[in-house]
């Protein structure tokens, strides 16, 4: 398939990018380079530095590429961020997401990937959270792409637009030793946590120890990027039989102590860790239920494991210390 994928320069978006070519199909890639990096995008895909915000310039592409899918990864991501600066994310985002819909539907393009977030899940009734769970955005940022999420389903209401909105909870771990995370400023928990391994920083702070948890620190599900992009994949191939949302997690959560100490183990450098004050906004615990895509798309997880995260992590981290930078 020829597909379009806005921010394919990212982290996640890269990876995914790279699976698909790999796959044989053809990516066109929209970045404005904000975040994302022009190194991450594979060699194969046709790159274009652009902006969503930019209609004329939508118009164009998918009057010259013709995409049979668009996987939408361009967004502002940071929970924190999103609280101090509303409008980048209930403005940017909605209005972006919104352009890119318009696009599509123009353009004749039927399906559609959405990039969403376990940030929709403020308040679980349940542990592991499944799809159904009621929606409780915990910020402008989860709002945001709830949000995109219900023009979708207009979209496909009232114009056979076909959909997957993908509910990632915790991504984290490197396709490959040169193909990884990449954030300024980084604010992720496994990377700032290798960074203290690579002697960039003195220490990690924990940010509290006084949750309702074993340990006390927080509980998340984390994902390997490389099992994220499989999803993404299935789901494009199975749009035809319909749109779907998915939660996609391990479905095992470990706590922030937890992770550092595999990345004791695995980087053999003590990584000081000194305890600070919760960060507004963090939940106790978030694991995904994904047993919805597991079953109807037969997805399972390559790396569960969070050593084989950790260490696939800790090779881009090693090699790459400045990032794409280099
Ligand atoms: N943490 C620390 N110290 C740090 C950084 C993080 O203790 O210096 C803790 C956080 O408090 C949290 C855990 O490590 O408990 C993971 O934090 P991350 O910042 O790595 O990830 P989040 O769970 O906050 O957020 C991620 C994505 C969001 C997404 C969310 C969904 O970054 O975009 O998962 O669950 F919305």
Same mark, same amino acid.
Request: aromatic residues 8%; without cysteine.
């Given at each position: 398939m020829k597909i379009l994928v806005t921010g394919g320069a990212g982290y996640i978006g890269s990876t995914v990018v790279s699976e698909l070519v790999k796959a044989g199909d053809d990516v066109v890639v929209i970045d404005n380079l904000s975040q994302g =990096?022009?190194?991450?995008?594979?060699?194969d895909a046709i790159f274009i530095e652009g902006d969503l915000a930019d209609r004329s310039l939508l118009d164009s592409i998918m009057a010259e590429h013709q995409p049979e899918g668009i996987m939408h990864f361009a967004s502002n991501t940071l929970v924190g961020e999103s609280v101090e600066k509303p409008f980048l994310y209930l403005g940017d985002n909605v209005r972006n997401g919104l352009n890119l819909l318009e696009g599509a539907i123009d353009h004749g393009v039927r399906r559609f990937i959405l990039s969403s +977030?376990?940030?929709? /899940?403020?308040?679980? *009734?349940? $542990?592991? $959270?499944?799809?159904? *769970?009621r929606i409780v955005p915990g910020s402008p940022y989860g709002e945001s792409k709830y949000l995109l999420e219900r023009l979708l389903f207009w979209m496909d209401a009232l114009y056979g637009l076909r959909y997957a909105a993908l509910r990632y909870f915790n991504a984290c771990g490197a396709a490959s030793p040169d193909l990884g995370e990449d954030h300024d400023p980084e604010t992720h928990l496994i990377p700032l946590v290798l960074q203290v391994a690579l002697g960039q920083r003195n220490s990690l702070t924990i /940010?509290?120890?006084?949750?309702? +948890?074993s340990d006390g620190t927080c509980i998340r599900d984390y994902i390997h990027v490389l099992d994220l992009a499989q999803a993404h994949i299935l789901a494009l191939r199975a749009l035809d039989e319909g749109s779907r949302v998915y939660n996609l997690g391990n479905g095992n959560g470990f706590s922030v102590k937890e992770v550092v100490e595999m990345a004791r183990r695995v980087t053999? =450098?003590?990584i000081p860790a000194v305890m600070g004050s919760r960060r507004p906004g963090d939940p106790a615990t978030l694991i995904a239920d994904s047993v919805a895509i597991r079953q109807e798309l037969g997805w399972l997880p390559q790396f569960p494991d969070l050593r084989d995260i950790i260490e696939s992590a800790w090779l881009w981290h090693s090699q790459h210390p400045h990032g794409y930078e280099e």
């Open positions: =990096h022009r190194a991450a995008v594979h060699r +977030t376990a940030n929709l /899940f403020d308040d679980p *009734e349940r $542990i592991p $959270i499944a799809a159904d *769970e /940010f509290g120890d006084n949750y309702d +948890t053999g =450098h003590p």
